[in-house]
Nanobody, 127 residues
């Protein structure tokens, strides 16, 4: 019902920065929470950050807190992820996703709850 397209990934040296973007289209009224997940080769998809579409409240995984920032532009139906102080362990395919649940449930950290995913954008951090 919601189409998501990520962009902005690339190759960066450790300590560098990238800004990822996700554009939503289609039935965007179904967006309650928008999140970023990532998956490294051979690993499970893991939660990175989430934002409430209506209020702008945010939540971050401990591994990225203080380094990554999630933001939204409701007029343009886009969400961004600013990645600073990048580490080699941040190397992964980054996905944005949308879920229609209340912010207060906290289930937005569980990838199995999501039905709408983008195709992903690759972030590679060299040492």
């Amino acid at each position: 019902q919601v189409q998501l397209v990520e962009s902005g990934g690339g190759l960066v040296q450790a300590g560098g920065s990238l800004r990822l973007s996700c554009a939503a289209s289609g039935r965007t009224f179904n967006i309650y929470v928008m999140s970023w997940f990532r998956r490294a080769p051979g690993k499970e998809r893991e939660f990175v950050a989430a934002i409430s579409w209506g209020t702008g409240n945010t939540y971050y995984a401990d591994s990225v807190k203080g380094r990554f920032t999630i933001s939204r532009d409701t007029a343009k139906n886009t969400v961004s992820l600013q990645l600073n102080s990048l580490k080699p362990e941040d190397t992964a395919l980054y996905y944005c996703a949308v879920i229609r649940i209340s912010w207060g449930t906290h289930y937005y950290t569980d990838p199995s709850k999501y039905d709408n995913w983008g195709q992903g954008t690759q972030v590679t951090v060299s040492s």
